[in-house]
């Protein structure tokens, strides 16, 4: 018998592309928040033999292999012990939009316990009802110790107005007040679970304080290959946890550099909310790395400027595939297909930093690992999103292309891509790394 559609597991008759989605799925699966996605990279590359190094001391013996954590984002990198001509970076970033419980979140109303949450990023609201949300984040003690917290079960709920209540609904359309109506339900007023810190502390063994905690509410459903072909995979978070999985699956089996070039990635927090933060792509997280693994092979500020000017990044991120329902909505010259390889986008007002340079050093890695490859530019009649890229270049001053893997609902709780893009995606940024 096949397996079931919800099955994201390998059977014995899968063969390693199996093996490899598999893999995806227990990543997103392991990885709620920004902090769970950092830590299931962290572990990922600290198997391959990567070394965590601690941003507090210094950096006089920086590993060749090592990683630097710091709580939504990660630097990994693979760099030779000498001054490298070349630093090859993948950006992508950890964070997707959706709901954040408040610091005081208890209210009370028709016989309902609720929870306060604010709206992270450009969420697609209308597909966080009706579904059973878990909790999963950090909860930070008074001394700054971080424990990561997750209940992985039915917890809390947004219900939707009944259509008896809502008669126009299909007709006009969903409408939501952001603060009145995307307020889930967690108990009953008639129990004694108490607030919900006190619930929460019990529930995760730690102890939990009203202002201690970094919480995000997630749609419990698993990752699952999709269709009657098993062709496509559902799940949350893909924008851009597959990018940070890629990237990181690719540094991880990339072999000590002896060519003189290094090789990095940079998972960074915050960029659904614009990347202005410390751990944000617009912060100096990155430069920092550079700067400190420059030093310590013995380099100086020069030496780091004359190295930016040969390396280059790609930032992956999701891209928008054409949707069956409403193909008007691409160009119809540059609509990316699901599992039809990854996709370069270009924007020529800088929303995405890809020049034609760039876009032929990523053509070269996807022609490496014989994978196809898309373009995307978006309509002159249709606003275009942005990512990490132009805010890399534009800090670092190094040569950027925007890539991704083509996608359906974008920034709602649960979206859709093509099960052979992600991995077609790792391939070529390993390829990319390492040189090809």
Known sequence: MNPSPDSGSPTAHEGPGDRVVADLIEYLDASPSPWHAVDSSARRLAAAGYVEADATTRWDDAAERGYV????????????????????????HTDSPG?????????????????????????????????????????????GRAELVRVDEPVARVPQLAIHLDRDVNDRGLVLDRHSHVRPVWATTASDIGNFAGWLGSATGTEVGRESWELCLY??????????????????????????????????????????????VALFDHEEVGSGSATGAAGPLLESVLDRLVAARGGDVEDRRRIAASSSCVSADGAHAVHPNYPERHDPLHGPIVNGGPVIKLNANQRYATSARTAALFRRACQAVGSDVQVFVSRNNMPCGSTIGPVTATRLGIDTVDVGVAQLSMHSARELCGAQDPPSLRDALHAYLVGI
């Open 69 to 92: 954590v710091r709580d939504g984002s990660l630097v990994a990198w693979n760099m030779p012990l000498t001054l490298p001509h070349t630093v090859r970076i993948v950006g992508a």
């Open 99 to 143: 709901l954040r419980v408040t610091p005081q979140p208890d209210s009370e109303r028709a016989g309902f316990s609720q929870l306060a949450v604010e709206i992270y990023g450009g969420a697609l609201l209308n597909s966080w009802l009706d579904r059973d949300l878990g909790v999963a984040g950090r909860v930070v003690a008074c001394d």
């Open 219 to 264: 749609d419990i459903q698993g990752a699952a290959l999709l269709g009657g072909d098993r062709s496509l995979l559902a799940s949350a978070r893909i924008d851009n946890q597959v990018s940070c999985w890629a990237a990181t699956s690719a540094l991880a089996t990339t072999e000590p550099e002896n060519d003189g070039a290094g090789a990095l």
